[in-house]
């Protein structure tokens, strides 16, 4: 099996890279870890790119050429996937006309509930019954790609922001891989 070249887009700590790192050491996983980008030269992430050898570029979104950096930067490495996790940017038009059906983003809810930030917050205040994760194709709607694999699980009277947080997480390491998994098999 060919591994597609897989770029990781991130803004802070990399969790969910450091489990897509450790999923696609498995033989036939689908992608490899070709290149990690972060808009953020702080990010706690790119210490994974670095334990691990994995290029990574430091892009700042406030440069006007920034996108054209990142695209020459994919076709030197032969980028044809692209996982955003935790990437905290929205990725312009232009951009996802090139990559049509080759994006996808984590987003912590159970989608099409609680669409962007604070989502814990929310979940609380709304006073769900459920909460979880969500990994979905990226188009020009903010969280609003198609879904592919949702993973969920009940909320407890005790669980605070934190709790939520910690719970939703665990989910999201196996759902990214297995939404990689299950994609990839139709391709
Ligand atoms: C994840 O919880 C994801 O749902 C959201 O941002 C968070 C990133 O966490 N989009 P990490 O940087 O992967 O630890």
Do not use: W
């Not at 979104?61 to 920034?66: A, L, V």
């Not at 020459?72 to 980028?79: A, M």
């Not at 009277?157 to 990689?180: H, V």
């Amino acid at each position: 099996m060919v591994k597609k070249n897989t770029c990781v887009f991130i803004s802070g700590y990399g969790s969910n890279l450091r489990h897509l790192i450790q999923s696609s050491r498995v033989n036939n996983f689908p992608i490899r870890i070709s290149l990690v980008i972060s808009n953020n030269k702080n990010a706690k992430g790119l210490l994974y790119a670095k334990m691990n050898s994995i290029p990574y570029l430091i892009i700042n979104t406030k440069k006007r050429n920034f996108e054209n950096k990142i695209l020459n930067e994919l076709k030197k490495h032969k980028i044809s996937f692209i996982c955003l996790a935790g990437y905290m940017k929205i990725i312009s038009k232009k951009f996802l006309q090139l990559f049509t059906k080759t994006i996808i983003n984590i987003h912590p809810s159970l989608l099409p509930k609680f669409k962007g930030l604070n989502t814990f917050e929310r979940v609380l205040k709304n006073k769900e019954k459920k909460t979880g994760c969500t990994v979905h194709f990226v188009n020009n709607k903010l969280d609003g790609g198609t879904r592919i694999i949702q993973k969920s699980f009940f909320i407890n009277k005790n669980d605070n922001e934190k709790i939520l947080k910690d719970k939703t997480q665990k989910l999201e390491y196996r759902a990214f891989s297995e939404a990689i998994i299950k994609i990839m098999r139709y391709n």
